[in-house]
DNA sequence: GTCGTTTACTAGCATTTTGCAAGTGGTGGC
DNA sequence: GCCACCACTTGCAAAATGCTAGTAAACGAC
């Protein structure tokens, strides 16, 4: 993930899909999000049960940036992080139609080399 | 990337959407799908000139992996590898509207942070 | 209240991937 | 043939990743 100094990013170019991939160009990130959009809030160990298992310090550190970005929040803005879930804020909720292509995109073209992939709900 | 042994890549499960990020969810293996959308079709060279500057070795390796993917593939089939450009196959071009998406994402929800952020064409 | 369990992390370290710089080898133009 | 150039490959330092283990705080049971 490329950090800079000043932001939490460092943008290497001022192309929108360049700098997209700059936040979510790995994938941990999308994959929370994933998690977020299905399930609407999810607790730290209970996306770290998701069936890619995430190892938790890199949930940790990729929950803090997301978080930082304003992509998603805790659920109870003041409380304490123990089953204190974290959700989607409105530009986390965004990206959905992103996931959706990106998922048809999947289950059309990755079939034959992937047989088991399943198709999108 | 994940790579296994018999796939040139490692499923991590059978979401369509984390299967996707597999081969894709790294910053790179999409910017050369940009490229490719944007130009049509792009050499090495260019591809490597472009402003978020790919260092040869990782396009090298990138440009191999969704080569076998079969999202791209060579303008002439079985020409040398001078000036012989790469475009993307119908599976590439499918990945316009997942780009799309991402871009216009981005321009709405980073314009903040990134102020210099170009829209989408 | 205190004891044990659970949750949400952090820390340490081996392995893998990246990024940079320099090198190589085939090609096409002259 | 000679030379510039294009498409890579190689070597190595630095960063990110993936395990595994550890810890602190909070909740529940009693």
Not at 33 to 59: A, H, W
Not at 62 to 80: F, M, Q
Not at 95 to 101: F, N, S, T
């Amino acid at each position: 993930m490329a950090q800079g100094k000043n932001s939490p990013v460092g943008w290497r170019s001022e192309c929108p899909i360049s700098s997209g991939l700059d936040i979510l160009g790995d994938i941990w990130s999308l994959l929370i999000v994933r998690d977020l959009i299905v399930y609407g809030t999810r607790t730290y160990s209970e996306i770290s049960q998701s069936p890619e298992k995430i190892s938790t310090n890199i949930l940790a550190s990729r929950l803090k940036l997301v978080t930082t970005l304003g992509v998603n929040e805790r659920v109870d803005a003041d409380r304490v992080a123990r089953n204190n879930a974290f959700r989607l804020t409105k530009s986390g909720k965004e990206l959905r139609k992103v996931l959706e292509e990106l998922g048809r995109w999947s289950h059309t073209n990755l079939k034959e080399m992937h047989p088991t992939i399943v198709g999108m709900e």
